[in-house]
């Protein structure tokens, strides 16, 4: 079963560190992607760029609105993101507990939609983007 495990971290703190100390995060999160490689559950991760960056887009009565900053504004940020291919939500536990993140911040641990039994109740179509959509 796939998980994403979600980093959530104060942001603002990481630039106050001296390099030290960043540069043994940085050792500590290559070792956990490493054992998450070695051990095979790791199907893809990545970091982002800070929530200062971020762009929120909704739309109201047919109209975009578009917002600069992140969604909600919060003492965390989400701030990377691993998706683990583990048997169960122990496992994913287990490596989210693994994680730096979980010594400083918050690891949020949720499962994948499940496409084939969502595709089973609703049928395929409800999965697919509308024509004429972006695909990309």
């Known amino acids: 079963m796939k998980y994403m495990l979600m980093d ?3 942001e603002a703190g990481w630039p106050r560190l001296p390099r030290a100390e960043q540069e043994r995060w940085l050792g500590a999160y290559n070792a956990y992607m490493e054992a998450m490689a070695k051990a095979g559950v790791l199907q893809s991760t990545t970091g982002l760029e800070p929530s200062s960056a971020a762009t929120t887009v909704r739309v109201v009565n047919d109209k975009t609105q578009v917002l600069d900053g992140p969604y909600a504004d919060s003492k ?3 701030g990377g993101f691993h998706i683990i291919d583990v ?3 122990d496992a994913a536990i287990s490596w989210a507990a693994r994680s730096p993140t979980a010594l400083h911040g918050v690891v949020e641990v949720r499962p ?3 496409r084939t039994a969502h595709e089973r109740e609703f049928g395929t179509a409800a999965l697919q983007p ?3 959509a972006d695909h990309a």
């Open 76 to 78: 965390e940020q989400l």
């Open 8 to 10: 959530y971290v104060g």
């Open 112 to 114: 994948l939609l499940d």
């Open 130 to 132: 509308p024509d004429g």
């Open 87 to 89: 048997p169960d939500l």
